[in-house]
């Protein structure tokens, strides 16, 4: 158990929907990370909060929005929605001290 | 810009080989972290090891290792005596080490390990 709570784990939606993706981060890490992993593909970059401030951003689309609340846990909008979206989404918060991510389980995308 | 590149998509080995990841990476900034992450085929990402820009000593836990030059900007990683349960994806990742810590990752290799 990594200690990141992703929440749904699995989600399935039609195109042109929106969806929201949550992410709690370990107790005491301030950044989370968004990462979208479509099928035998590798981890794509999305976007980087650190305190509830926007970081680094990546290859996120412009229907795509990410945001980090006071309490540090963090939720992914997706809107509409297209087939090529399906992909698992992880989540990550950073230890502070030494950088490595801690993952979470992951939320499966799947738009019909 | 940063860069990793994991050149090997897919390697097949019998078990009790060796086997070389290979992870070159690509970065402006003198200090940085290496990272190698393990993907099962459960699906969750497991953190490996990390190594900083400064830190060139090659490092050894059980079966596996890690060879780090700068001079040919690359992060190697080797599993000796490979065993069944190694089959995952292996990510190779890097992150600045100021600022943001933005981490980008390799594409990824795939090993799979036959009894």
């Known amino acids: 158990d990594s200690g990141v709570t992703q929440t749904p784990k699995h989600l399935i939606t039609a195109t042109g929907q929106r969806v929201t993706l949550r992410c709690s981060p370990r107790?005491?890490?301030?950044?989370v990370y968004w990462y979208q992993q479509s099928l035998d593909q590798g981890l794509q970059f999305l976007i980087q909060?650190?305190?509830?401030?926007?970081?680094a951003k990546g290859n996120i689309l412009e229907r795509f929005s990410a945001q980090q609340f006071p309490d540090l846990h963090s939720e992914l909008n997706l809107s509409s929605l297209e087939l090529g979206d399906s992909a698992l989404y992880f989540c990550?918060?950073?230890?502070?001290?030494?950088?490595?991510?801690?993952f979470g389980e992951g939320s499966r995308l799947t738009v019909l | 810009a940063q860069k990793v590149t994991q050149a090997q998509t897919e390697i097949s080995v019998v078990e009790k080989e060796d086997v070389t990841l290979d992870c070159v990476y690509e970065?402006?900034?003198?200090?940085?972290?290496l990272f190698w992450y393990k993907q099962p085929p459960s699906g969750e990402l497991v953190f490996l090891i990390r190594?900083?820009?400064?830190?060139?000593q090659n490092e050894i836990s059980g079966r596996y290792s890690w060879n780090f030059q700068k001079s040919t900007s690359s992060f190697n990683f080797t599993i000796t005596a490979s065993q069944v349960v190694d089959s995952a994806v292996y990510f190779c990742?890097?992150?600045?080490?100021?600022?943001?810590?933005?981490?980008?990752f390799g594409a990824g290799t795939r090993l799979f390990v036959k009894a």
């Open positions: 107790s005491g890490d301030l950044s």
């Open positions: 970065t402006r900034d003198t200090t940085y972290y």
């Open positions: 990742a890097l992150s600045d080490a100021t600022g943001g810590f933005k981490t980008i």
């Open positions: 190594r900083n820009s400064f830190d060139e």
């Open positions: 909060y650190y305190n509830g401030e926007e970081r």
């Open positions: 990550a918060s950073r230890h502070g001290g030494t950088g490595e991510l801690f």
